[in-house]
């Protein structure tokens, strides 16, 4: 089967200050092109760390990631990434950042002005497109983040907690842009998030993580029709199932801290 | 910006500014035209705006043989001196800035080079630029030379120090956005790091104006024989106390004009900046 994600006996280990915190033993997962896939786990299960390899921001201290094929070495273009924070550039117009990943592969200007329109339209920004990121909501920051990672026209999609942050409202706005996008372009897309509700509504796949080390705990396939409706039994019977599965995690967090508390 | 208010409201603004300044030249202006203060010691208000007339206003009678009639307006020995002063605040600052703004660029992006020269920065930042008053004048005589390097003194670690530190404090996360989009070394410092360094620096560039100020006033009172820090020493040898209030006034109001350019620049430099409102 050609995975494009290919994630081979990941381990992180972090040193800092003489410690050792074990955030990552021993994961294996393929993802398949196109696939929409959710990681969900409690707070400090290592899922940006996990993120962060496959970005290749921070590397596994043992076992291999390969992306189409080739070792991940670095962070690349190849795999655009939405960061919770936004990071947008704030010097920079809202055109001015979409423009940007296109500047820096020194495509023709005609070609980058047509693209970054046509992303401003798809995300509803053409009224803002001369607009500086202290102006927008934040709301409005993350289609920008989005437009700024499609215009490179990967075929992978990273994002950490992208909605986190946002209102409920705006969060759903969103969600369903997000899946709008993706049905539009069918990326491959490695999505974090501790929102149960949100991982169902949204993937075809939901790899829940273990506390510490973090380990893939299951890996459930997502098969309710889209558009998803929070009111359905099918829904509710998986949200059950996961909230199940979170809690116990959860559960291991909160005793570890307490005993971290107590030392 | 106020350009939304009406000409009333700022109107009243004025005045209200006004209020208490002109209370206190009006008691000022009593107290010395019923004798209590020695003229030498405080002048009184009218005659320091006289003196600062006859500082402004051309020396010679206006001869249309010899130059034009603008010229002749500002032939005043008042505004030569501020353009004295100014002269030489714009030409020290843009060495002292123009040799911090690399160097400082150099330092905050290159560990390397960072450990190699803060150790001689750290050892030279304390030194206030008027200790380099002997130095300068003994490498460089009198006139234009030493003060135009004492300013450039009092501009360059200001501007320095900031330029560090707004490179070093660049937030990790458009780093990390950048090489996520493929942006190489170059494409790295001058798109992300040298713009999100940008408000560190301007603020650096605003003490240096700042010092230099200070430094120009001072080097003018020992190394030149015009400027405004000269013409205030010069006029204390005649005790004219008059014309020195004069000429502080003056010495304040180009201080005054130097910050807000500064600050309108930065206003349009940083347009994008949170803390500016556009
Ligand atoms: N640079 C680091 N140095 C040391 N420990 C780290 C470092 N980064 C993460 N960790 C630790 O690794 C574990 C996993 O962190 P990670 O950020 O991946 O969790 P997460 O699942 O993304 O949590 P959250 O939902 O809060 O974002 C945490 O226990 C964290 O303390
Ligand atoms: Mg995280």
């Keep these: 089967m050609d995975a494009q994600i290919r994630i081979r006996n990941a381990g992180k280990v972090f040193r800092a200050l003489g410690k050792e915190v074990e955030a990552l033993r021993d994961i294996t997962v393929d993802i398949p092109n196109g696939q929409f896939a959710c990681l969900l786990g409690p707070s ?26 080739r070792p991940v070495e670095g962070p690349g273009p190849d795999r655009g990434m939405v960061f919770q924070e936004y990071a947008l550039f704030p010097w920079m117009t809202v055109e001015q950042n979409i423009a940007f990943g296109l500047e ?20 509803n920004l053409s009224e803002f497109r001369d607009r500086y990121p202290k102006d927008l909501s934040g709301g409005m920051r993350q289609r920008v983040a989005i437009a700024r990672v499609l215009a490179l026209d990967s075929r992978i999609l990273l994002m950490d907690e992208p ?14 842009e997000l899946l709008r996008i993706w049905e539009a372009f069918r990326k ?5 998030t501790h929102s149960i509700e949100e991982s169902i509504f949204l993937a075809d796949r939901i790899l829940v993580m273990t506390y510490r080390p973090g380990t893939i705990k299951r890996d459930i396939v997502v098969t309710l029709h889209r558009p998803r409706d929070p009111g359905d039994p099918g829904f509710n019977e998986l949200k059950r199932e996961l909230t199940q599965l979170v809690m116990e995690e959860q559960r291991r967090h909160e005793r570890d801290e307490v005993l971290c508390a107590a030392r | 910006m106020t350009s939304g208010t009406g000409w009333s409201e700022r109107l009243s603004g004025f005045l209200r500014g006004a209020a208490v300044p002109a209370v206190v030249i009006a008691v000022w202006q009593i107290l010395s035209m019923m004798g209590y203060v020695n003229p030498q010691i405080l002048p009184a208000p009218s005659a320091v705006l006289v003196r600062w007339y006859q500082y402004l206003a051309p020396i010679e009678a206006y001869d249309p043989s ?22 030489r605040v714009v030409v020290g600052f843009l060495i002292g800035a123009g040799l911090a703004l690399p160097l400082g660029l150099a330092m905050g992006a290159t560990e390397r080079v960072y450990k190699l020269l803060d150790p001689l920065v750290q050892i030279l930042r304390p030194i206030p630029p008027i200790a380099y008053i002997p130095l300068s004048i003994l490498w460089f005589g009198l006139g234009n030379p030493p003060a135009i390097f004492l300013i450039s003194i009092g501009a360059f670690f200001p501007v320095l120090m900031n330029t560090i530190s707004g490179v070093r404090h660049v937030d990790g996360i458009y780093i990390r956005a950048a090489r996520n989009l493929g942006a190489g070394r170059a494409t790295m410092f001058l798109r992300v790091i040298l713009p ?3 408000p560190y620096i301007l603020t650096g560039a605003r003490i240096g104006v700042g010092t230099a100020f200070i430094v120009v006033i001072v080097s003018e009172m020992i190394a030149v024989n015009n400027g405004l820090g000269f013409r205030i020493l ?45």
């Design chain 1, 44 to 69: 400090g299960c290592g899922k940006s760390t996990l993120l962060n390899a496959v970005a290749g921001f921070s590397l596994p201290t043992s076992g291999s990631v390969e992306v189409d094929g």
């Design chain 1, 104 to 123: 820096i592969r020194k495509s023709p200007a005609a070609e980058i002005r047509e693209k970054a329109s046509s992303l401003l339209a798809m995300l």
């Design chain 1, 163 to 176: 909605f986190g942050a946002l209102d409920a409202l705006t969060r759903h706005n969103l969600q369903d």
């Design chain 1, 188 to 192: 491959t897309i490695l999505f974090v």
């Design chain 2, 66 to 87: 010899k130059s034009g009639y603008v010229a002749w307006l500002l032939s005043g020995e008042l505004l030569a001196d501020a353009y004295a002063s100014l002269y």
């Design chain 2, 196 to 198: 999100a360094a940008t």
């Design chain 2, 234 to 278: 010069e006029a204390r040898e005649f005790f004219w106390s008059d014309k020195i209030i004069a000429g502080m006034l003056s010495i304040g109001l180009l201080g005054l004009g130097i910050d807000t350019g500064m600050e309108r620049l930065n206003a349009h430099l940083l347009k994008w900046h949170r803390g500016i409102e556009s």
